[in-house]
Every structure is written in structure tokens, then in C-alpha cells.
């Protein structure tokens, strides 16, 4: 039967893996279609590399594909599922490649506060394009710190403050209990604040 | 609370990851704690700062990578069986054109030829032009131990172990032949085969016949069908894989001309203080 794209818009990850797996090819394409930017940032944030972070959501729908038959919609999530797959791709890919090497965050800060300080506008007030250079001197920071934390940790706060899942959820993507989900994200917060101290706190 | 676990659960609290009774006893703390409540202050100041790492839009040929790789996942994981060889597909439609001419000319056989009736002639059989009288006669037999001549059919008996025929035309061996009996007249209620001539079948049998001729054509239509899908799908196959390796050659094209363009210039002074080195 054919699907206008009304209808698709409605149906929900689950109904779309049940056509999917009914045989029908495109109930994927449309998956895909819907996932592909917070997985491909999922994978960015963890491996730090655009083109390989393409590559790995390739993979793990390609994954998804092949034991597609062994989702059972009735009884999980499928972003769950989804993001159990991706946690599996990505931690095997960082422990069969080298570990780039990490940014220096002292380095980092002090460009960071001369961009900042020194520009005419600081006293003023920020420009956008300030703004926006600030924004892109953060992001660089913030990836080498999360680049600095254990995969574990990483992956639960990745997963907590950029996909939005909730602490169950990343619960069964990690396969741990809840309360050790709540000590991951803890820890990983205490070692960020730890390196971004001198950036975002004053002393 | 002690503070230690005050602030994994302040941590979790910020993330909506509490009960009702427990961000109660968190709030309880925190209003006679400074240092736990500086520390809720940060952690929420460390997620506004998080936040400010926006997410980025990946390549956007990836989707349609996507699907052709997947297509292409898909048709490997074909048995190696469905694939059949070109010659089957000029056979099978061959046999199927056969078949359905077969069906057809039975057919309009069937729809031409007159209903058989049975009739009267066909019934003086030879065993009925027998006078009645002879039905009455006793059957003649022979004796039992009378041996067939060797030039009479004989009929031959397997030999139990020995694996050889034994022909039963003479000897002590020689079966007494059974007493012939002229048998009466077949009569024309029981079956049908007898008394219609062959060339004709009856209709039962021809329905039969069409119905075995439909399922056969049928089936060679089906073996057709699939034999012709199959190619279709070889040759999809082959242009998708042509299709991944242009693909594949463009991308390391434009990589080189990247890195080509990224590479600092080498200056001539290198060169020249390589030569004088030599000379020291």
C-alpha cells in the first residue's frame, strides 16, 4: 500500500520498523532520514571526526538492516535500540583506532580570554560576530573535555545533554542500573567543571 | 543527608531524574547547605554552557549513500540459487509458450469433438458372440501334471536366491497351467473403459488432463516470472557497484586536491642550504 508522506509523518519509529520489517525498504530510508543528524552529532561529539562520524551512522543503520528482524517494537524503544547499536559501533571503533591526541585546555583558555579581552567591543558589550567566534573557541574547548573523560562517562552525558535521553534510557543503551547511570553523569560533570573552571567560573 | 550524596543527587535533580520524595530531601539540604547549593548553581551553569554546542547538519549525500548501500546489502544476501543462468530465461519462456499451446488445442479438441455414446456394436465383443449355451459347458482344463510345450509362451518364475528366471515350460517345475474359463460377457453398467474406443478420452479423464496442463503452465509461467526478475535484479546490481566505484574514485580525487591545496609551498632557500651542506 502506498504511504503519502501525511501518513509517514504520523506513524511512529516503531510502525516504521514494522513495515520495515514486513519488507518494505523505504520504512528505513525514512528512519534514517529522521535520525541521521542526532546520531551523526551522537558520533561527532564522541569521535571527535566528521567523516568518520558519517561513516559510523552508516554502519549502524546498515546494522540495523541486517537483525532488523530481532526488534520487537512491543517491547522497546527503538530509539533505545537505536542508540544501544550506535554506542556499539562507537566503542568499538575507539578501541580498534588510535586516540587523538587532545587540545590543549590551557591553551585554549588563554586564547579564549585574549580574543576576549583584547577586542575594542569587550567593554561595550559582545558583536554577533564575537559571539559566534566565542562560540566556536567553546565548542573547541568543550570537545577536548569531553574527549578527556572515560568512554563510560562520556557516552552517558553525550547522551543525556545532547540526545536527550532520559536516565532509563540511557540506563539500558548502557546496560548498567539506574543509579550507576546517575553516578556516570555526576562524575562526568565534576571532572568538566574541573577543566572548564577557569573558563566558564570566576575565581 | 551528608553531602557526598546530596550532590549525586543534586546532579540528577537538574535532570528531572528525582522523585517527589527525594527533591524534597535534596531542598531540605540544600537550604542549610552553601556548599551544596554553590554546587547547583555551577552544575546548572556548566549545562547553559554545554547547551551552547549546537549540533551540526552532516553531509548531504549521506541519505542517498545510505540507500544505495542498503540496496546493495539487501541483493547480496540473496541465495546463490535464485540466480539462474540467461539460457533458463529463452527456456522457460519457451516451455511456457509450449505449454499454453497444448492447453489451448486440448481445449478447443475438447469444445469440437462430439459427446461419445456408447453403442451397440461395441459391445459384441468376442467373449459375447458366444452362443449361451457355452456358458454352460464346464471349463475345460487340463491336466495338472500335462507339461506346456517348450514352444508355447511360457512364463517365467524367478529362481528365489539364485537371482535367474526359471521358465515354467517343462519339467517338474512346471506349473499346471489354470483351467480356461470363458468369462461372461463384461456388462456395459460397469465402467467405461472398455467400452469406449480409445481414441476419445472420457470426460473425467479430460478434466483431469486440462487441470494438470493449467498447473503445468502455470508453474512455467511462475519459473518464467522469476528467472526474468532475477536479471533485472543482477543487472541493478552491477550498476549500483559501478555507481560505489565513481563514487569512491570522486572522493579520493577531491581529497588529494585538498590536501594538495592545504600543503605549504616549498621554499628555495631549503634547497640551496641542502647543497651548501654537502660542502662542509
Same mark, same amino acid.
Not at chain 1, 552529532?41 to 552508516?58: H, K, P, S, Y
Not at chain 1, 575594542?120 to 554577533?128: F, L, R, W
Not at chain 2, 600543503?263 to 662542509?280: Q, Y
Given at each position: 500500500?502506498?504511504?503519502?508522506?501525511?501518513?509517514?509523518?504520523?506513524?511512529?519509529?516503531?510502525?516504521?520498523?514494522?513495515?520495515?520489517?514486513?519488507?518494505?525498504?523505504?520504512?528505513?530510508?525514512?528512519?534514517?532520514?529522521?535520525?541521521?543528524?542526532?546520531?551523526?552529532?551522537?558520533?561527532?561529539?564522541?569521535?571527535?571526526?566528521?567523516? #568518520?562520524?558519517?561513516?559510523?551512522?552508516?554502519? #549502524?543503520?546498515?546494522?540495523?538492516?541486517?537483525?532488523?528482524?530481532?526488534?520487537?517494537?512491543?517491547?522497546?524503544?527503538?530509539? #533505545?535500540?537505536?542508540?544501544?547499536?550506535?554506542?556499539?559501533?562507537?566503542?568499538?571503533?575507539?578501541?580498534?583506532?588510535?586516540?587523538?591526541?587532545?587540545?590543549?585546555?590551557?591553551?585554549?583558555?588563554?586564547?579564549?580570554?585574549?580574543?576576549?579581552?583584547?577586542?575594542?567591543?569587550?567593554?561595550?558589550?559582545?558583536?554577533?560576530?564575537?559571539?559566534?567566534?566565542?562560540?566556536?573557541?567553546?565548542?573547541?574547548?568543550?570537545?577536548?573535555?569531553?574527549?578527556?573523560?572515560?568512554?563510560?562517562?562520556?557516552?552517558?552525558?553525550?547522551?543525556?545533554?545532547?540526545?536527550?535521553?532520559?536516565?532509563?534510557?540511557?540506563?539500558?543503551?548502557?546496560?548498567?542500573?539506574?543509579?550507576?547511570?546517575?553516578?556516570?553523569?555526576?562524575?562526568?560533570?565534576?571532572?568538566?567543571?574541573?577543566?572548564?573552571?577557569?573558563?566558564?567560573?570566576?575565581? | 543527608?551528608?553531602?557526598?550524596?546530596?550532590?549525586?543527587?543534586?546532579?540528577?535533580?537538574?535532570?528531572? +531524574?528525582?522523585?517527589?520524595?527525594?527533591?524534597?530531601?535534596?531542598?531540605?539540604?540544600?537550604?542549610?547547605?552553601?556548599?551544596?547549593?554553590?554546587?547547583?548553581?555551577?552544575?546548572?551553569?556548566?549545562?547553559?554552557?554545554?547547551?551552547?554546542?549546537?549540533?551540526?547538519?552532516?553531509?548531504?549525500?549521506?541519505?542517498?549513500?545510505?540507500?544505495?548501500?542498503?540496496?546493495?546489502?539487501?541483493?547480496?544476501?540473496?541465495?546463490?540459487?535464485?540466480?539462474?543462468?540467461?539460457?533458463?530465461?529463452?527456456?522457460?519462456?519457451?516451455?511456457?509458450?509450449?505449454?499454453?499451446?497444448?492447453?489451448?488445442?486440448?481445449?478447443?479438441?475438447?469444445?469440437?469433438?462430439?459427446?461419445?455414446?456408447?453403442?451397440?456394436?461395441?459391445?459384441?465383443?468376442?467373449?459375447?458372440?458366444?452362443?449361451?449355451?457355452?456358458?454352460?459347458?464346464?471349463?475345460?482344463?487340463?491336466?495338472?501334471?500335462?507339461?506346456?510345450?517348450?514352444?508355447?509362451?511360457?512364463?517365467?518364475?524367478?529362481?528365489?536366491?539364485?537371482?535367474?528366471?526359471?521358465?515354467?515350460?517343462?519339467?517338474? !517345475?512346471?506349473?499346471?497351467?489354470?483351467?480356461?474359463?470363458?468369462?461372461?460377457?463384461?456388462?456395459?453398467?460397469?465402467?467405461?473403459?472398455?467400452?469406449?474406443?480409445?481414441?476419445?478420452?472420457?470426460?473425467?479423464?479430460?478434466?483431469?488432463?486440462?487441470?494438470?496442463?493449467?498447473?503445468?503452465?502455470?508453474?512455467?509461467?511462475?519459473?518464467?516470472?522469476?528467472?526474468?526478475?532475477?536479471?533485472?535484479?543482477?543487472?541493478?546490481?552491477?550498476? !549500483?557497484?559501478?555507481?560505489?566505484?565513481?563514487?569512491?574514485?570522486?572522493?579520493?580525487?577531491?581529497?588529494?586536491?585538498?590536501?594538495?591545496?592545504?600543503?605549504?609551498?616549498?621554499?628555495?632557500?631549503?634547497?640551496?642550504?641542502?647543497?651548501? +651542506?654537502?660542502?662542509?
Amino acid at each position: 500500500m502506498m504511504q503519502t508522506a501525511t501518513n509517514r509523518a504520523r506513524e511512529t519509529d516503531e510502525e516504521l520498523m514494522a513495515r520495515f520489517q514486513a519488507g518494505d525498504s523505504s520504512a528505513m530510508e525514512e528512519l534514517f532520514a529522521r535520525f541521521q543528524k542526532p546520531l551523526f552529532n551522537f558520533f561527532f561529539r564522541m569521535v571527535g571526526r566528521r567523516e #568518520t562520524a558519517e561513516d559510523l551512522v552508516q554502519e #549502524t543503520f546498515l546494522k540495523l538492516c541486517r537483525f532488523g528482524h530481532t526488534f520487537r517494537g512491543s517491547h522497546a524503544k527503538f530509539t #533505545t535500540w537505536l542508540y544501544s547499536v550506535a554506542g556499539n559501533q562507537c566503542r568499538d571503533y575507539l578501541r580498534h583506532s588510535a586516540r587523538r591526541p587532545e587540545t590543549s585546555l590551557g591553551e585554549l583558555e588563554e586564547n579564549v580570554q585574549e580574543n576576549y579581552s583584547s577586542h575594542p567591543d569587550a567593554a561595550a558589550g559582545n558583536s554577533p560576530v564575537e559571539d559566534h567566534l566565542l562560540r566556536l573557541e567553546l565548542r573547541a574547548v568543550l570537545q577536548s573535555a569531553i574527549d578527556s573523560l572515560p568512554e563510560k562517562e562520556r557516552s552517558a552525558i553525550v547522551l543525556r545533554e545532547y540526545q536527550g535521553l532520559e536516565y532509563k534510557e540511557i540506563a539500558e543503551v548502557l546496560g548498567c542500573p539506574i543509579g550507576s547511570v546517575k553516578v556516570l553523569i555526576f562524575r562526568a560533570r565534576q571532572r568538566l567543571r574541573e577543566r572548564l573552571k577557569g573558563m566558564l567560573f570566576s575565581a | 543527608m551528608r553531602c557526598k550524596r546530596a550532590r549525586i543527587m543534586i546532579s540528577a535533580s537538574i535532570d528531572g +531524574g528525582l522523585s517527589r520524595r527525594e527533591e524534597s530531601a535534596v531542598e531540605r539540604h540544600l537550604s542549610r547547605c552553601a556548599a551544596c547549593a554553590r554546587e547547583k548553581a555551577e552544575l546548572t551553569h556548566l549545562q547553559d554552557a554545554m547547551a551552547l554546542w549546537a549540533d551540526e547538519e552532516p553531509s548531504a549525500w549521506l541519505a542517498e549513500n545510505f540507500a544505495h548501500r542498503m540496496k546493495a546489502q539487501q541483493e547480496k544476501r540473496q541465495p546463490a540459487a535464485v540466480r539462474r543462468p540467461r539460457w533458463l530465461v529463452g527456456t522457460a519462456a519457451a516451455g511456457l509458450a509450449t505449454a499454453l499451446l497444448a492447453f489451448a488445442i486440448l481445449v478447443t479438441y475438447q469444445l469440437q469433438a462430439p459427446p461419445v455414446q456408447p453403442t451397440k456394436t461395441t459391445l459384441e465383443t468376442p467373449a459375447a458372440t458366444q452362443p449361451a449355451a457355452e456358458m454352460a459347458k464346464p471349463p475345460t482344463t487340463q491336466p495338472a501334471v500335462k507339461p506346456a510345450p517348450d514352444a508355447s509362451p511360457s512364463v517365467a518364475r524367478p529362481d528365489g536366491d539364485k537371482g535367474t528366471w526359471t521358465r515354467l515350460t517343462g519339467g517338474e !517345475n512346471a506349473r499346471p497351467r489354470p483351467p480356461v474359463v470363458s468369462r461372461p460377457p463384461r456388462s456395459p453398467k460397469r465402467g467405461t473403459g472398455s467400452l469406449i474406443s480409445r481414441g476419445t478420452p472420457a470426460p473425467a479423464e479430460a478434466e483431469r488432463i486440462v487441470l494438470k496442463n493449467i498447473a503445468a503452465a502455470g508453474f512455467a509461467n511462475e519459473r518464467a516470472t522469476h528467472a526474468v526478475t532475477d536479471e533485472l535484479g543482477e543487472a541493478e546490481l552491477a550498476v !549500483n557497484e559501478s555507481i560505489e566505484r565513481v563514487r569512491g574514485t570522486l572522493r579520493r580525487a577531491v581529497d588529494v586536491l585538498m590536501a594538495s591545496y592545504a600543503a605549504p609551498a616549498i621554499e628555495d632557500s631549503e634547497t640551496t642550504d641542502s647543497d651548501k +651542506g654537502g660542502t662542509l
